[in-house]
T-cell receptor, first 114, second 114 residues
Framework: NAGVTQTPKFRVLKTGQSMTLLCAQDMNHEYMYWYRQDPGMGLRLIHYSVGEGTTAKGEVPDGYNVSRLKKQNFLLGLESAAPSQTSVYFC?????????????FGSGTRLTVV | AQTVTQSQPEMSVQEAETVTLSCTYDTSENNYYLFWYKQPPSRQMILVIRQEAYKQQNATENRFSVNFQKAAKSFSLKISDSQLGDTAMYFCAFMKHNTGKLIFGQGTTLQVKP
């Protein structure tokens, strides 16, 4: 049981390049989330999904797109990377009844945009 | 909108002693959950303790306990018998009932000294 797996773990991009971060979970969770973590600011929600084929905006969605074509996967895309998107990105998933139990985080992706 | 505030950026404690981390939050909701997460240098987000707002009894998990003051919107974490392995960043987080979306504070870096 791998839990929540994020790939890649590290990446360096040049300004203007695009990339996709992949999040995969094997716990049959309905809800999935993408957060970013910046120094001194805690984690902030970028986008989330409450089920296959659904996505919604979080607190800081600008510059990102997401897709949930399969229940187990949640992709985060950067179409034209900017230095302001340098951050650590966390994916998380949870059950349909998100009372906090079963909330599982991936190990994070450190992205640097130069 | 809900906000979570951790007013102590850094704290230190001697091994085997007790330390309390502060957290306040602002919400007009009545049904919600509060959490403390630990993030060691490995970057993994680890759930330390969880409190349901409708429960008056303070949550306890081994050496970790909370002081939940709903009227004052305060949620502090007490770590007893501090261990070197407790050295980490600690985040307080809020979740509105049935949303699954976590709102994090800025974090407190705790160092346990031998």
């Amino acid at each position: 049981n791998a839990g929540v797996t994020q790939t890649p773990k590290f990446r360096v991009l040049k300004t203007g390049q695009s990339m996709t971060l992949l999040c995969a979970q094997d716990m049959n969770h309905e809800y999935m989330y993408w957060y970013r973590q910046d120094p001194g600011m805690g984690l902030r929600l970028i986008h989330y999904s409450v089920g296959e084929g659904t996505t919604a905006k979080g607190e800081v969605p600008d510059g990102y797109n997401v897709s949930r074509l399969k229940k187990q996967n949640f992709l985060l895309g950067l179409e034209s990377a900017a230095p302001s998107q340098t951050s650590v990105y966390f994916c998380a998933s949870t059950f349909t009844d998100p009372g906090g139990y079963g909330y599982t985080f991936g190990s994070g992706t450190r992205l640097t945009v130069v | 909108a809900q906000t979570v505030t951790q007013s102590q950026p850094e704290m230190s404690v001697q091994e085997a002693e007790t330390v309390t981390l502060s957290c306040t939050y602002d919400t007009s909701e009545n049904n919600y959950y509060l959490f403390w997460y630990k993030q060691p240098p490995s970057r993994q987000m680890i759930l330390v303790i969880r409190q349901e707002a409708y429960k008056q009894q303070n949550a306890t998990e081994n050496r970790f306990s909370v002081n939940f003051q709903k009227a004052a919107k305060s949620f502090s974490l007490k770590i007893s018998d501090s261990q070197l392995g407790d050295t980490a960043m600690y985040f307080c987080a809020f979740m509105k009932h049935n949303t699954g979306k976590l709102i994090f504070g800025q974090g407190t870096t705790l160092q346990v000294k031998p």
